[in-house]
């Protein structure tokens, strides 16, 4: 299976010393993900997406993109997934997953008239607009949960830092690191593409029947719009963010009562919405 890393000769400039040295770079490989499912009382295979993605919890990743695009519930509508071995070409191996739904899932066939091409740096999928995700993810947090001390949030960032073993050696992966509420890393994923990582979350807490209603998602960089709609199909009701929200980020999370906040870092945030579940620890 293709690994996360590859080794690259470049030139290394220090001032006017110059030489030649390798250097450890992610990876970025096509997955193209293909749905196998009942139709009419016979099985059919179709090709449904690709992604650009760093390899490694392809099968998590795979799960985590059905459920936030509304395709599946859970895991529970899948029967299996596995590697697809009748491959065309040597790049396609490792890279080509098949997803066969369980016998009783129904599926609109409509699903295949989106566009599903994915770069590494838009996790949008066939959304034309906010309503559509909307109607997607229909979600209801308790507005009296326990607050979330802001001390916990100021530590969350360091403690995603410590767990990105990839990115202390390329410097170019983005994470998702999933907490409970009381501050405790219960998972962490990284990838060249944020929608990956936090798919990747999605997937493999489905897998494993975890529950995310208490839960924290911390991402790296910034809160776009899809990473919102992706928190909401996973039940994660708490976003953090290093880097900025958007507009349509902001107003997702208002309509949905998610909490989300941005710019977390050098013990500061700012909060976009669902402030009433930060509170002071009394």
Not at 246 to 250: H, I, W
């Given at each position: ?27 970025e ?27 490694g ?155 995310n ?23 994660i ?8 929200p ?5 107003q997702?999370?208002?309509d ?27």
């Open positions: 299976m293709n690994t996360p890393v590859s080794s690259v000769n470049v030139v290394k400039v220090n001032g006017r010393n110059v030489e030649n040295d390798s250097d450890l770079v992610v990876r490989e096509p997955l193209e993900i293909r749905l196998k499912y009942n139709d009419g009382g016979y099985f059919r295979e179709q090709r449904l997406a690709v992604t650009m993605r760093t390899p919890h392809d099968f998590e990743l795979c799960i985590g993109f059905l459920i936030s695009e509304g395709i599946i519930g859970s895991y529970t509508d899948v029967q299996k997934i596995f590697y697809c071995e009748s491959v065309k070409s040597k790049e396609e191996e490792g890279n080509v997953i098949i997803v066969h739904l369980v016998e009783e899932k129904v599926l609109d066939h409509k699903v295949f008239n989106r566009n599903f091409y994915v770069s590494s740096s838009c996790g949008v999928c066939g959304k034309s607009s906010i309503e559509s995700v909307n109607k997607l993810c229909k979600v209801s947090w308790d507005n009296n949960e326990p607050g979330i001390d802001p001390e916990l949030i100021h530590r969350i960032p360091e403690l995603a830092r410590k767990g990105q073993q990839l990115f202390k050696h390329t410097g170019g992966l983005h994470a998702s690191a999933l907490f409970d509420s009381k501050g405790e890393l219960l998972m962490i994923r990284e990838d060249i593409g944020r929608h990956n990582a936090l798919d990747k979350i999605i997937g493999a807490r489905s897998i494993e029947e975890q529950d209603s208490d839960c924290l998602i911390f991402v790296s960089g910034r809160a776009g719009f899809e990473l919102i709609q992706k928190s909401m199909a996973g039940n009701p708490v976003m953090i963010a290093v880097g900025a958007s507009s349509l980020a902001v997702l999370a208002l949905n009562n998610l909490t989300l906040i941005g710019f977390a870092r050098n013990e500061k945030f700012n909060i976009y919405s669902g402030a009433q579940r930060v509170n002071p620890k009394k």
